[in-house]
């Protein structure tokens, strides 16, 4: 297998570069080919690498980064044949938790990116969607594996990369406390949605157009979601006011928002959306403009490196997929550590 490396250095709260080196040696020590290492330096260098790789016939790109990093590198993958391998470096790491990957944290071996490697080497490749983004009067699109958001969580991610430092030091809390600043003048505001041509007029605090189950670090919000059926699934949180989102916010942690009327919840390929007065927009974390808005499927254009313990329920052909460890056997598997 010949393989790329990318690395985030900015992402998360270590430093991850003596585990890229652990990890490089324990890949080539296992029959891949080592085709570059790069480490990224600002926005749109993992994409760059990316197209690096598909060029140079890659079979995979293994990418150690946040969400963010990652949305980036599929700018450069999708519609190749090289996949992408998720190595979890960053704040959230919320497609590696759906992936079922271990994350930083204490209960974590202390060299997770090379465990990472390992399962991921030990997994299958499937095809799955991504998303695609186009402001209007933008030349780029942006792609997505996780969601697009519009509004008040779009709005909360901009506070938190205005202040790097604060998320560095403080993590998931720094979401927290940029949610708390953003409460306090936020009221919501009227939009046009149309999906896949249906049209519906709406007070819009927040809008999520999801193509995996899990959102943030550990809500599920959109439990039925598919990786590979074609689809986005969209959930639209309506009203006005620091109240209504905060309890929208209430809701969404519970895993009652699926029985909230104030929430419209859609299946669509092709999404638009247009607010009275320009909202903040969002891909995995990152921000990227402001509406209008048109959001579309590209059906299976990304081959993904899958973990056999990745939840069935992700992919369109469930029963043929392992069923997911329990925790006892994935604390088992965990706990051994490969050497490099």
């Not at 150690?64 to 599929?74: C, K, R």
């Not at 942006?142 to 969601?147: I, K």
């Not at 720094?174 to 953003?182: E, I, M, R, W």
């Amino acid at each position: 297998m010949k393989v790329f490396v990318i690395h985030n250095p900015a992402a998360g709260q270590r430093d991850i570069v003596a585990e890229i080196g652990q990890m490089v040696e324990y890949l080539a020590g296992h029959g891949c080919a080592i085709a570059g290492v790069e480490q990224t330096h600002g926005h749109g260098d993992a994409t760059t690498y990316a197209r690096r790789a598909v060029v140079l016939g890659c079979d995979a790109v293994l990418a150690a980064g946040g969400d963010g990093t990652l949305s980036q590198v599929v700018d450069g993958l999708a519609g190749s044949e090289t996949a992408l391998g998720v190595l979890p470096a960053g704040t959230g790491n919320v497609m590696a938790r759906q992936l079922g990957l271990p994350v930083p944290g204490s209960l974590w071996p202390p060299y997770s990116l090379v465990t990472c490697a390992q399962l991921l080497l030990e997994g299958r490749v499937r095809r799955v969607d991504v998303g695609r983004v186009d402001l209007a009067g933008g030349r780029l699109a942006h792609h997505f594996l996780c969601w697009v958001g519009v509004g008040f969580d779009a709005q909360v991610n901009v506070a938190v990369n205005e202040e790097l430092e604060r998320k560095h030091r403080l993590g998931m809390l720094a979401f927290v406390v940029a949610a708390g600043l953003t409460l306090r003048d936020y009221a919501g505001t009227s939009a046009i949605v149309r999906a896949d041509g249906r049209r519906v007029s709406r007070r819009l605090i927040m809008l999520v157009a999801n193509n995996i189950q899990l959102y943030g670090a550990f809500m599920k919000m959109a439990p039925y979601a598919i990786l590979d059926d074609g689809l986005l699934d969209i959930y639209c949180f309506r009203g006005r006011g620091a109240a209504r989102t905060v309890l929208h916010g209430l809701r969404l942690l519970l895993n009652q928002h699926l029985l909230d009327p104030e929430v419209d919840m859609y299946r669509a390929r092709r999404l638009e959306i247009k607010t009275a007065r320009p909202l903040p927009v969002h891909v995995d974390g990152e921000p990227i403009g402001y509406t209008p808005v048109v959001v579309e499927v590209e059906p299976r254009s990304l081959n993904l490196m899958v973990p056999h313990g990745a939840p069935p329920t992700l992919f369109s052909d469930a029963g043929e997929l392992e069923e997911p460890a329990t925790p006892w056997q994935r604390m088992l598997r965990l706990a051994k550590i490969p050497k490099a």
